[in-house]
T-cell receptor, first 110, second 115 residues
Framework: DQQVKQNSPSLSVQEGRISILNCDYT??????FLWYKKYPAEGPTFLIS?????DKNEDGRFTVFLNKSAKHLSLHIVPSQPGDSAVYFCAATGTYKYIFGTGTRLKVLA | DTGVSQNPRHKITKRGQNVTFRCDPI?????LYWYRQTLGQGPEFLTY????????KSRLLSDRFSAERPKGSFSTLEIQRTEQGDSAMYLCASSLNRGLEYGYTFGSGTRLTVV
């Protein structure tokens, strides 16, 4: 039972354009949703989060949108930079443990 | 703040051997977590410590797995009688006792290969 799903395993975007990464979930009891970024040979790094009572949270070039009725969230990166190339995981939580999706590999082309 | 440190970075072991991994969390963090990540998957929760108390163990953590956090500082994860299915990246993370929206800090992981 995969409660958090990232259906796109990979995404390529031109430098300077918008990157949109998507995530779907099934459990309406989740309180927070988070995005992590992972470079090869490193652990995941926390990027941004959103509370279930909000529909948008912005931090610099990164914006997360939450659509509770659709049980869907997305991460927008504008403008995309080559250094953003990494695997992005969405995660959801209602307690101290996070449930992660399978990740989307983003490649930003120079 | 030197981050979360995990040792060793890589471990290759023969099936049936025991292995032990160490995690040193960020010093003021009282929460510590172990996750496991296999190829093509996201990290999966294994266990959680609040100070020295192990508060939850996932069903993924079979009887061959044991984790400790003596004195609420570093933690060890031991796998006995390793199997090929144990091959994975083992990630440790730590956090302060605060809101879930702040995330945790992960270490770089220990990659285990069972041959």
């Amino acid at each position: 039972d995969q409660q958090v799903k990232q259906n796109s395993p990979s995404l390529s975007v031109q430098e300077g354009r918008i990157s949109i990464l998507n995530c779907d979930y099934t459990n309406s009891m989740f309180d927070y949703f988070l995005w992590y970024k992972k470079y090869p040979a490193e652990g995941p790094t926390f990027l941004i989060s959103i509370s279930s009572i909000k529909d948008k949270n912005e931090d610099g070039r990164f914006t997360v949108f939450l659509n509770k009725s659709a049980k869907h969230l997305s991460l927008h990166i504008v403008p995309s930079q080559p250094g953003d190339s990494a695997v992005y995981f969405c995660a959801a939580t209602g307690t101290y443990k996070y449930i992660f999706g399978t990740g989307t590999r983003l490649k930003v082309l120079a | 703040d030197t981050g979360v440190s995990q040792n060793p970075r890589h471990k290759i072991t023969k099936r049936g051997q025991n292995v032990t991994f160490r995690c040193d969390p960020i010093s003021e963090h009282n929460r510590l977590y172990w996750y496991r990540q296999t190829l093509g998957q996201g990290p999966e929760f294994l266990t959680y410590f609040q100070n020295e108390a192990q508060l939850e163990k996932s069903r993924l953590l079979s009887d061959r797995f044991s984790a400790e956090r003596p004195k609420g500082s570093f933690s060890t994860l031991e796998i006995q009688r390793t199997e090929q299915g144990d091959s994975a990246m083992y990630l440790c993370a730590s956090s302060l006792n605060r809101g879930l929206e702040y995330g945790y800090t992960f270490g770089s992981g220990t990659r285990l290969t069972v041959v």
